[in-house]
């Protein structure tokens, strides 16, 4: 099993920068893709950003340039640097680990960081 723990959210302001980061525990394979959601209020939660285990990042077209992803292998933890918050960043932010299985995708989820932006 894997369990991820997030830290990092508050309150912000718009303008500012925040770090978020993942702490995996248990089991973890050098294949598994780490990645960020989040959730803006009333809305579904979705894909922001994502990286390998060899440090190929994607982001969604709304972060890029602002959101940076990265990963420390030897302490299996993702980092979120986010600058230049935007209240449209307003969202409480899930890391996932992504772990492909016999053809399968098995995803486990983190309790989720709200980050506010306040303008």
């Known amino acids: 099993q894997v369990q991820l723990v997030e830290s990092g959210g508050g309150l912000v302001q718009a303008g500012g920068s925040l770090r978020l980061s993942c702490a995996a525990s248990g089991n973890i394979f050098s294949t598994d893709v780490m990645a960020w959601y989040r959730q803006p209020p009333g809305k579904r939660r979705e894909l922001a950003t994502s990286?390998?285990?060899?440090?190929?990042?994607w982001y969604e077209s709304s972060v890029n340039g602002r959101f940076t992803i990265s990963r420390d292998n030897t302490k299996n933890t993702v980092y979120l640097q986010v600058n230049n918050v935007q209240p449209e960043d307003t969202a409480v932010y899930y890391c996932?680990?992504?772990?492909?299985?016999?053809?399968?995708?098995?995803?486990?989820w983190g309790q989720g960081t709200q980050v506010t932006v306040s303008s």
């Open positions: 990286i390998t285990s060899g440090g190929k990042t």
């Open positions: 996932n680990l992504a772990r492909q299985f016999s053809g399968s995708t098995i995803n486990f």
